[in-house]
């Protein structure tokens, strides 16, 4: 009978344990990174984009209506001074009553009566050593069949029932004058106000 030696059973336990121990290939995975926006970022909308600051120079439009029985002259020129800006009167619908204008120099004309606007422009300069202010108003009397007749305001400007004006609104105006001397602009430094006299006279309000 053959005897199996033990040498070579061990040998033999030996080889089959390391062939159970071999540890198996390691696998790796590998993720790609997208280059790139992602998809669809383009489409999302954007913020608003909100100014804050606040430019004095900016032309802005307003919109005044005056109850009737106001003095329209003189309610546009304490707008003009409460808030410290410049005014253009641009154009005004409705009718005033009680009219003081002046169509020449020396010429003052009382109008009694109810008239219609039609056509109101003037300006206001709260600003500077020598605010200027002036205003100038054509009117029609009866509906327009009694001609229509304008000055310069040196008086009061009462609204008969409502009247609408509107007006531009800027924070600051420069002063030049022209031609200019030596060929160099003249410049108030920003500060808002006319040439010495006030153009139409003051507002007699």
């Known amino acids: 009978m ?3 030696n033990n040498n070579d059973k061990h040998k033999n336990n030996e080889g089959h344990g390391n062939r159970n121990n071999t540890n ?6 590998i993720t790609r990174v997208p280059r790139g926006r992602p998809l669809g970022s383009k489409n999302k909308p954007k913020p608003p984009i909100h100014v804050v600051e606040h430019i004095d120079n900016v032309f802005k439009t307003h919109v005044i209506e005056f109850a009737s029985g106001v003095n329209v002259a003189e309610s546009l020129l304490h707008f003009s001074k409460t808030h410290q800006m410049g005014l253009c009167v641009l154009s005004a619908t409705g ?5 003081t204008l002046r169509k020449t120099p ?6 009694q009566g109810r008239f219609d606007i039609v056509s109101l422009n003037g300006s206001f300069l709260p600003l500077g050593p020598t605010p200027s202010s002036w205003l100038t108003v054509f009117l029609a009397s009866g509906g327009g069949k009694g001609g229509v007749i304008g000055g310069t305001v040196v008086g ?3 609204a008969s029932g409502t009247v609408m004006v509107i007006v531009g609104a800027f924070g600051s105006a420069i002063y030049e004058r022209l031609p200019e001397e030596n060929g160099e602009e003249e410049f108030s430094g920003g500060d808002s106000y006319g040439p010495g006299q006030k ?5 007699n309000l």
């Not at 198996?24 to 995975?29: D, L, Q, R, T, Y």
């Not at 020396?106 to 109008?111: P, Q």
């Open 156 to 158: 009061p400007l009462i």
């Open 95 to 99: 009718a005033v009553i009680n009219a």
């Open 24 to 29: 198996p290939k390691e696998k790796v995975a």
């Open 199 to 203: 153009p139409g006279g003051p507002l």
């Open 106 to 111: 020396g010429s003052i004309m009382l109008l």
């Open 2 to 4: 053959a005897h199996t």
